[in-house]
């Protein structure tokens, strides 16, 4: 059970669609980067694949907190 309604839902994910869809973009390039890599492997093509591995793991955690913090400067959620 959500602690809010659909409304709010979607208002929230609303909000997060204006302020995160260049991430999108940004996301899909680093992945056909990544790609890239694995199908012509090159000295250093390991690290250069582990960094965007890890940049894609720290974008997904900040979006994780910007999330909440939407829904708690709203009001939609109260501070934990």
Known sequence: ML???AETLH???GQY???FWPASIVG???GLALI???L???AGAGRAGAAILVAEQNAGFAERIADETILIR???ISNP
């Open 28 to 30: 899909l390039l680093l």
């Open 3 to 5: 602690p809010f309604d």
């Open 40 to 42: 012509r492997p090159r």
């Open 17 to 19: 669609n204006l302020a």
């Open 11 to 13: 208002a929230n994910l």
């Open 36 to 38: 890239g890599l694995c």
């Open 74 to 76: 709203t009001g939609r």
